[in-house]
Nanobody, 115 residues
Framework: QVQLMESGGGLVQPGGSLRLSCTAS????????MGWYRQAPGKQRELVAQ???????NYADSVKGRCTISRDSAKTTVFLQMNSLKFEDTAVYYC?????????WGQGTQVTVSS
């Protein structure tokens, strides 16, 4: 089992910034992918950004240039720096861990962009 602990959500004004963190613990393997998805009310969950332990990252088109994903040196924590936040970024953000045939989700953290 892998446990995911998320933090960093909150309320921010348009144009503001937030940094999300997610730390994995438990039976982590050396090669994995960690990332962030989000789900807005009435919409499907969608990829925001993800990064492999090898450093390969991919982003949703909607956040390119505004968000940066990174991982710590131990490869157990993934960060999502979100800048220039828009109303449409409002959603519950979920951390995801994938390795081989295993797939785990965090509980989610709310990000609300509002004036």
């Amino acid at each position: 089992q892998v446990q995911l602990m998320e933090s960093g959500g909150g309320l921010v004004q348009p144009g503001g910034s937030l940094r999300l963190s997610c730390t994995a613990s438990g039976s982590i393997v050396n090669i994995n992918v960690m990332g962030w998805y989000r789900q807005a009310p009435g919409k499907q969950r969608e990829l925001v950004a993800q990064m492999s332990t090898g450093g390969y990252a991919n982003y949703a088109d909607s956040v390119k240039g505004r968000c940066t994903i990174s991982r710590d040196s131990a490869k157990t924590t993934v960060f999502l720096q979100m800048n220039s936040l828009k109303f449409e970024d409002t959603a519950v953000y979920y951390c995801r861990y994938i390795d081989g045939g295993r797939n785990y989700w965090g509980q989610g953290t709310q990000v609300t962009v509002s004036s």
